[in-house]
């Protein structure tokens, strides 16, 4: 169970998102930039989540060799897509503050969960692979195979239709301020 600042992301990302729309200032190129780099994020996302089968055991293949967090490394990406699309250092801000206050204390919160359930083998895993930021594995990579029936367990779809809406949100306030 996720506690502390980790359990109130999602109830933050609400009035963050508010701030961010009326703080925009979308223009057409920057809109095209900030969805290039959020596709990037969905990419990375996308794969991550088609190995990820939660409690079933701790992944570690596939980007998971890479980065323990590949979810929240693509969530990054997606987060500079929607900062670049703003076309406002302001609205940037309030993406990265949103970010930086939540997302690592959710991934120490998760690792504390991680730890719990699985022990040593996990510190195993922490020993050898980055928390964040992606490095390729030292040792072989565990098998595994990427599998389209876990990325849709995992709803990861919905990324794609949450940047979608924020892209055609951007579009419209680009339109409605002329």
């Not at 060799?65 to 302001?90: E, H, K, Q």
Request: proline letters at 6%; zero cysteines.
């Amino acid at each position: 169970m996720k506690g502390g600042l980790a359990r109130w992301r999602v109830r933050a990302g609400y009035p963050a998102a508010l701030l961010y729309f009326w703080l925009a200032h979308p223009r057409p190129g920057w809109i095209a930039a900030g969805a290039a780099a959020g596709v990037l994020g969905l990419a990375i996302r996308g794969y991550a989540a088609g190995y990820l089968r939660k409690n079933q055991g701790l992944a570690t293949a596939g980007p998971y060799g890479w980065t323990r967090n590949p979810l929240y490394f693509g969530s990054m990406w997606l987060a500079v897509g929607l900062a670049i699309a703003a076309d406002s250092w302001i609205a940037a801000a309030v993406v990265a503050a949103y970010f930086l206050a939540f997302y690592p204390a959710t991934m120490r919160s998760e690792e504390l969960e991680l730890a719990a359930r699985y022990g040593a083998a996990y510190g195993e895993y922490a020993a050898r692979t980055p928390l964040f930021w992606p490095r390729r594995p030292r040792a072989r990579a565990p098998e595994g195979k990427f599998s389209w029936a876990v990325y849709r367990a995992n709803h990861e779809y919905n990324a794609g239709l949450g940047l979608a809406v924020v892209v055609a949100l951007l579009v419209l306030k680009m339109i409605w301020l002329g």
